[in-house]
């Protein structure tokens, strides 16, 4: 079988052309691109909790059912204009740079979150309180569409190739952390407010606190230079070359689409795991397997739960992401994959039983299986495209992918059950995910410890780049 592997023109590098990384500035760079992904995924974790509740704010009289499908719409149609954002900020941080477009993404995300806490309900302004929702979700969606992609690449393009798969593992180490603090926060609040008072003005204040932690990011983004990778690219680019640049991207994207489909299929089995269990598993548990058999466990239990596993994910994506330095990003990307195709019925079977520890069985089992992809996928995505293409690249392949199959995970599966009266629908999603991510892996030629396609070798140390040298030389 041929595997995809980059081509470009062999090149006698040099000591003097590595670039050696100062360790500071690169832990500067790993924060400022995970503060990102911990707010928008704060965002995520609040909205997935407070479901029921925002159920009874915003579409009050539609009825169990045609509420819960509504409301998930609303967390997905965020996605639908993700491509978008991704066409417009991933292009253009490959002509203005990384960090410009990460301090807009950033301010866009978090005043959309601030914004949906601002929302009058529905008793007191109507259809417009959804409508306005609405909004605000899509500026979270466009805004996001330009925030994961440049900040992998933002981590990617500063980190030493031997490090970079632990390094990269630090951005989903945000995203977990996001999740976690707002899932604590929407329990807390919960816990400590009675039912009116959490629907009258309780469940805004986790929304609130988006604008502080957007406020934090901006600052430490607007600190950092652009990577050293973007800064070489534009030393050696000439005037033509800039004004001619967004029709040559347009035409490079195009003759790479083997690594545009690679991309894609590598996104949607990481993230329809990721939404399964994020967004999709805390209403599956707590309604969906009790209204219809009787199992499952009660709202907090869920929650508890939830926020269990996800704690132990996040102890363990560095871990895991140290682990790809030393054996590759693609055995632990296979371990997962075939995790969802073997375990996913069983795992949704522990999910549905009344036992408690059942229940967390079956949610670290996909929890696992899902950060064999988080610890590895920040440094395997942006190793795909070129650096003057990597911002548009992956933006575009990556966003399309989690618009169209991840992001409407929970609104198509709930879909697809409340048809079918079928409880297995979301095991046979996870499969189908499984097969997918199956087939990109035959193709994904392993990135460990390579440098990035079109950039120069990257080390830690002045005497780590001599061994780089002599490695590339004997290539």
Request: net charge neutral; glycine share 10%; with cysteine.
């Given at each position: 079988?041929t595997?995809?592997a980059?081509?470009?023109?062999?090149k006698?590098?040099?000591?003097?052309?590595?670039?050696?990384?100062?360790?500071?500035?690169v832990?500067?760079?790993?924060?400022a691109?995970?503060i990102?992904?911990?707010?928008?995924w704060?965002d995520?974790g609040?909205?997935?909790?407070f479901e029921p509740?925002?159920?009874?704010?915003?579409?009050q009289?539609?009825?169990?059912?045609a509420?819960?499908?509504a409301?998930?719409g609303?967390?997905?149609?965020?996605?639908?204009?993700?491509p978008f954002?991704?066409?417009f900020?991933?292009?253009l941080?490959?002509?203005?740079?990384?960090n410009k477009v990460?301090?807009?993404t950033?301010i866009?995300?978090?005043?959309?979150?601030?914004?949906?806490?601002?929302?009058p309900?529905?008793?007191?302004?109507?259809?417009?309180?959804?409508a306005?929702?609405?909004?605000?979700?899509?500026?979270?969606?466009f805004?996001?569409?330009?925030?994961y992609?440049?900040a992998m690449?933002?981590i990617?393009?500063?980190a030493?190739?031997?490090?970079?798969?632990?390094?990269g593992s630090?951005?989903e180490?945000?995203?977990?952390?996001?999740y976690?603090?707002?899932?604590?926060?929407?329990?807390?609040?919960t816990?400590?407010?009675s039912?009116a008072?959490?629907q009258?003005w309780?469940w805004?204040?986790?929304?609130?606190?988006?604008l502080?932690?957007?406020i934090?990011?901006?600052?430490?983004?607007?600190?950092?230079a652009?990577?050293?990778?973007?800064q070489?690219?534009?030393?050696?680019?000439?005037e033509k070359?800039?004004?001619?640049r967004?029709?040559g991207?347009?035409?490079t994207?195009?003759?790479?689409?083997?690594?545009l489909?690679?991309?894609?299929?590598?996104?949607?089995?990481?993230?329809?795991?990721?939404y399964?269990?994020?967004?999709y598993?805390?209403?599956y548990?707590?309604?969906t397997?009790?209204?219809?058999?009787g199992g499952?466990?009660s709202?907090?239990?869920?929650?508890?739960l939830q926020?269990a596993?996800?704690?132990i994910a996040?102890?363990?994506i560095?871990?895991?992401?140290?682990?790809s330095?030393r054996i590759?990003?693609?055995p632990?990307?296979?371990?997962?994959t075939v995790?969802?195709i073997?375990?996913?019925?069983p795992?949704?079977l522990l999910v549905?039983?009344?036992?408690?520890f059942?229940v967390f069985?079956?949610l670290?089992?996909?929890?696992?299986?899902?950060?064999?992809f988080?610890a590895?996928?920040?440094?395997?995505?942006p190793?795909?495209f070129p650096?003057r293409v990597r911002g548009?690249g992956?933006?575009?392949?990556?966003?399309?992918?989690?618009?169209?199959f991840c992001?409407?995970?929970?609104?198509?599966?709930?879909?697809l059950v409340s048809a079918?009266g079928d409880?297995?629908?979301?095991a046979?999603?996870?499969?189908?995910?499984?097969v997918?991510?199956?087939?990109?892996l035959v193709?994904?030629?392993?990135?460990?410890g390579r440098?990035?396609?079109?950039?120069a070798p990257?080390?830690?140390s002045a005497?780590?780049?001599h061994?780089v040298?002599?490695?590339?030389?004997?290539?």
């Amino acid at each position: 079988m041929t595997v995809l592997a980059p081509r470009e023109r062999q090149k006698q590098w040099s000591v003097d052309d590595v670039v050696v990384s100062d360790p500071s500035v690169v832990r500067r760079a790993i924060g400022a691109a995970a503060i990102g992904n911990l707010t928008e995924w704060y965002d995520f974790g609040v909205y997935a909790y407070f479901e029921p509740t925002i159920k009874e704010v915003f579409f009050q009289g539609l009825g169990n059912t045609a509420g819960t499908i509504a409301t998930f719409g609303l967390f997905a149609v965020a996605f639908l204009v993700r491509p978008f954002g991704g066409l417009f900020f991933g292009p253009l941080a490959d002509r203005i740079g990384r960090n410009k477009v990460l301090a807009t993404t950033m301010i866009l995300m978090a005043l959309g979150t601030f914004v949906i806490g601002c929302i009058p309900d529905k008793n007191t302004i109507g259809l417009w309180a959804p409508a306005l929702l609405l909004v605000a979700r899509l500026i979270q969606g466009f805004s996001t569409g330009g925030e994961y992609g440049n900040a992998m690449t933002f981590i990617a393009e500063y980190a030493p190739d031997r490090k970079r798969g632990f390094l990269g593992s630090w951005l989903e180490f945000g995203t977990f952390t996001g999740y976690l603090f707002g899932a604590l926060t929407v329990t807390v609040v919960t816990a400590q407010m009675s039912t009116a008072q959490l629907q009258s003005w309780g469940w805004r204040l986790p929304f609130f606190v988006a604008l502080p932690l957007g406020i934090i990011g901006v600052y430490l983004r607007t600190r950092l230079a652009d990577t050293p990778a973007f800064q070489q690219m534009e030393r050696d680019s000439e005037e033509k070359d800039r004004a001619n640049r967004a029709s040559g991207e347009v035409r490079t994207l195009a003759r790479l689409w083997p690594f545009l489909l690679v991309c894609m299929g590598l996104v949607i089995v990481w993230n329809v795991t990721n939404y399964m269990l994020t967004s999709y598993m805390p209403t599956y548990v707590t309604t969906t397997v009790p209204d219809a058999t009787g199992g499952g466990v009660s709202a907090s239990t869920s929650q508890w739960l939830q926020i269990a596993v996800m704690a132990i994910a996040l102890l363990l994506i560095p871990l895991l992401g140290m682990l790809s330095d030393r054996i590759g990003r693609k055995p632990l990307m296979w371990t997962g994959t075939v995790m969802l195709i073997v375990l996913a019925l069983p795992m949704v079977l522990l999910v549905r039983s009344h036992s408690a520890f059942a229940v967390f069985l079956g949610l670290a089992v996909m929890g696992f299986a899902l950060i064999c992809f988080s610890a590895t996928g920040p440094s395997t995505l942006p190793s795909l495209f070129p650096t003057r293409v990597r911002g548009a690249g992956l933006s575009v392949a990556f966003n399309v992918a989690i618009s169209l199959f991840c992001g409407t995970v929970s609104v198509v599966v709930g879909a697809l059950v409340s048809a079918t009266g079928d409880l297995d629908w979301p095991a046979y999603y996870l499969m189908g995910a499984g097969v997918v991510g199956a087939v990109s892996l035959v193709f994904l030629q392993e990135p460990n410890g390579r440098r990035m396609w079109g950039s120069a070798p990257a080390a830690a140390s002045a005497e780590e780049a001599h061994e780089v040298i002599a490695e590339e030389a004997a290539a």
